[in-house]
T-cell receptor
Framework: AAGVIQSPRHLIKEKRETATLKCYPI?????VYWYQQGPGQDPQFLIS???????DKGSIPDRFSAQQFSDYHSELNMSSLELGDSALYFC??????????FGPGTRLLVL | AQRVTQPEKLLSVFKGAPVELKCNYS??????LFWYVQYSRQRLQLLLR??SRESIKGFTADLNKGETSFHLKKPFAQEEDSAMYYC?????????????FGQGTILTVHP
């Protein structure tokens, strides 16, 4: 069965640069969630989208923005990167209110 | 606000021994509880959700609203059970959908 796809899988950036992470949900899933997992920490919710509209917002910095496109894929844009942004970024998808299925994550390293 | 606590960061057992991974939560409403598992270098996978009350890979978990717990149990641990286990809570209302994770428990099953 098709799973959630994230790209890139690994990303290295310098401080103050910009990064774009992409998430392709499971077909027919209408909801996408983004989570951030810092080293040795549990995943923290950032933001979610349902039918291309933002449905919930967590502890997402103002430097970050995200959107869901007409084909339901989502992109997380991160600007003015800081060392503390180094983390594993998970995307999950679901049919609204149903079980969330996670992607493999994008590991971001900011130098 | 909701909170999930997994008091044990590390748990080691021998093959064939019973195992219990503890999870406690705080939430004023009626929560949905999940267990996710992350095997080495793999994505988060759903193991159990309390609504379905099913047993997966020999694991069971019962929601105890009085004790606000959702402990994960298996009577006979196997080496392939070694992984990181996360307990997660999904709240209702306007925050419907996002997961709040515990800190995770690393289970090691020795031969």
């Amino acid at each position: 069965a098709a799973g959630v796809i994230q790209s890139p899988r690994h990303l290295i950036k310098e401080k103050r640069e910009t990064a774009t992470l992409k998430c392709y949900p499971i077909p027919r899933h209408d909801t996408v969630y983004w989570y951030q997992q810092g080293p040795g920490q549990d995943p923290q919710f950032l933001i979610s989208f349902y039918e291309k509209m933002q449905s919930d917002k967590g502890s997402i910095p103002d430097r970050f923005s995200a959107q869901q496109f007409s084909d339901y894929h989502s992109e997380l844009n991160m600007s003015s990167l800081e060392l503390g942004d180094s983390a594993l970024y998970f995307c999950a998808s679901s049919s609204y209110g149903e079980t969330q299925y996670f992607g493999p994550g994008t590991r971001l390293l900011v130098l | 606000a909701q909170r999930v606590t997994q008091p044990e960061k590390l748990l080691s057992v021998f093959k064939g021994a019973p195992v219990e991974l503890k999870c406690n939560y705080s939430y004023s409403g009626s929560p949905e509880l999940f267990w996710y598992v992350q095997y080495s270098r793999q994505r988060l996978q759903l193991l159990l959700r309390h609504i379905s009350r099913e047993s997966i890979k020999g694991f069971t978990a019962d929601l105890n609203k009085g004790e606000t717990s959702f402990h994960l149990k298996k009577p006979f641990a196997q080496e392939e059970d070694s992984a990181m286990y996360y307990c997660a809570l999904r709240a209702g209302g306007t925050s419907y959908g996002k997961l709040t994770f515990g800190q995770g428990t690393i289970l090691t099953v020795h031969p």
